[in-house]
């Protein structure tokens, strides 16, 4: 079964950065295309940005242009780089397959301050 493990969220002003991890155990983790989601109170889990296993990448629009997402196939980490934060990106964050394959981890907490 593969473990699914975020990291390197926390509180931030408005305009910060942030940048997190997502290192899995186990699993043909490098053929696969992995995807950053999120969840904000009272909302769906929504797919925020994805990674194929060779590195292209596409994003929602709604972060388009300040969230980048990359991905280490040796370390089995996929990670988001997020810039100019506003706080309706305040949400707990989660990786998964594009196809949520894999169990969800215990997702990170990102907060945002106006």
């Known amino acids: 079964q593969v473990q699914l493990v975020e990291s390197g969220g926390g509180l931030v002003q408005a305009g910060g950065s942030l940048r997190l991890s997502c290192a899995a155990s186990g699993g043909t983790f490098s053929i696969r295309s992995m995807g950053w989601y999120r969840q904000a109170p009272g909302n769906e889990r929504e797919l925020v940005a994805t990674?194929?296993?060779?590195?292209?990448?596409n994003y929602a629009d709604s972060v388009k242009g300040r969230f980048t997402i990359s991905r280490d196939n040796a370390k089995n980490t996929v990670y988001l780089q997020m810039n100019s934060l506003t706080p309706e990106d305040t949400a707990v964050y989660y990786c998964?397959?594009?196809?949520?394959?894999?169990?969800w981890g215990q997702g990170t907490q990102v907060t945002v301050s106006s």
């Open positions: 990674v194929s296993s060779h590195g292209s990448t």
């Open positions: 998964n397959t594009v196809t949520a394959t894999w169990s």
